[in-house]
């Protein structure tokens, strides 16, 4: 079970963090992913970190702003969000898969949080 959280209403040009939690000690066995969906559009990838956290990839629109990162130790994976502008108001999930690195569709992952929403006002 993974649980998103960290999100709130901030100006453009602020930064936010957000965390991903998980209960299960098999996290590290998991790939893990950021999406967002804003109202009325689908759910769109934003990042995604290996198991090891050594491999990230990133959205072509968030990429040099945010970093995606992970503590297995503490089954955590936090986004670092800075530079937030307007564009990037959305709910925002984490998800997990098992195994495979580097997908980019939200179909392709099996577990999700309940999602943490993020506003930034221009």
């Known amino acids: 079970q993974l649980q998103a959280s960290g999100g709130g209403l901030v100006q453009s040009g602020d930064s936010l963090r957000l965390s991903c939690s998980a209960s299960?000690?098999?996290?590290?066995?998991?790939?893990v992913a950021w999406f967002r969906q804003a109202p009325g559009k689908e759910r769109d990838f934003v990042a995604t970190?290996?198991?090891?956290?050594?491999?990230?990839y990133y959205a072509d629109s968030v990429k040099g702003r945010f970093t995606i990162s992970r503590d297995n130790a503490k089954n955590t994976v936090d986004l670092q969000m800075n530079s937030l502008k307007p564009e990037d108001t959305a709910v925002y999930y984490c998800?997990?898969?098992?195994?495979?690195?580097?997908?980019?569709?939200?179909?392709?992952?099996?577990?999700w949080g309940q999602g943490t929403q993020v506003t930034v006002s221009s």
């Open positions: 299960d000690r098999t996290f590290g066995a998991n790939t």
């Open positions: 970190i290996s198991r090891s956290g050594g491999l990230t």
């Open positions: 998800a997990a898969r098992g195994g495979g690195y580097g997908y980019t569709q939200a179909r392709e992952y099996t577990y």
